[in-house]
């Protein structure tokens, strides 16, 4: 009895002797990231794109969803697209994050920069955004250098693209819209700041309509009612807007969350956005 003690404490003495080995970091898998220079932007992004589960052992092609404000989302994007994946309420998409690496107020002022394609006229918020009004040059980035680059790289299904934009990320899905829909098949817009240079959106959509009356999209826009109402009101007014004009092939659909803020919101939009954008 005495050798076993003896035994049993030795084992365990010789466990806890063992080195401890250094922490690592965490890797989500089948995960990449590209360093990409941008021309129209004069700047360059990190691309960090998740691939399906299947896409190594296929032949396949895949549906790309570009995710904005990746930097703080990617994430959390990829393991929506896995759970609801896994679950068979979504296809196996190709996520794209468009991220800008740094600091945050890095990642803060270059959103800024880019998701607005105007500076705020109306003096309601235009001194705190001084980078603003870059929308067009980002935009021009996203059609002329990041579409062909992942298009190249990965197998795509040609013009199946979902944007997932968030507050001024959804100002730029929405100008994306009406200047040019045809760049996105789908759109996931939440809590838009449609306040922005005394409603601009208003007036992309506006000249959008007085030559053309159908989109050939899915959109699918939310809030969080718990948000402020310079978000909330002008969102309210665009979707009775966007009702009145009966746009042929277009797929608006409207959903408000209780008890969700500007920014709690994202992840409830997130999901149901993909389940309803991918949705027959």
Known sequence: MRKLLLLTILVVGCLFAQPQLPPAAVQLSNTVMHVLPAEAVADTFQIVVALPSSYA???GSFPVVYLLDSDKSFGMARDAVNWLSWSRELPQV??????????NKQWWDKRTRDYLPTRDTSGIWGSKWRYAGGGE???????SELFPFIEKTYRTI??????????????????VLFTDPSMFSRYIISGPALIWDNKRAFTYESEFFSHQKSISATVFTSIGLEDTDDIIQPWREFNKVIASRKYENLRWIVLEFPDETH?????????????AVFSK
């Open 94 to 103: 190709i996520v794209v994050g468009i991220s800008y690496g740094g600091t």
């Open 137 to 143: 040059a980002f935009r021009s980035f996203l059609k």
């Open 158 to 175: 040609p013009n199946d693209r979902t944007i997932v934009g968030i507050s001024f990320g959804g100002v730029f899905a929405s100008y």
């Open 263 to 275: 920014i709690s919101v994202f992840p409830a939009a997130l999901t149901r956005g993909l389940r």
């Open 57 to 59: 052992s296929s032949s």
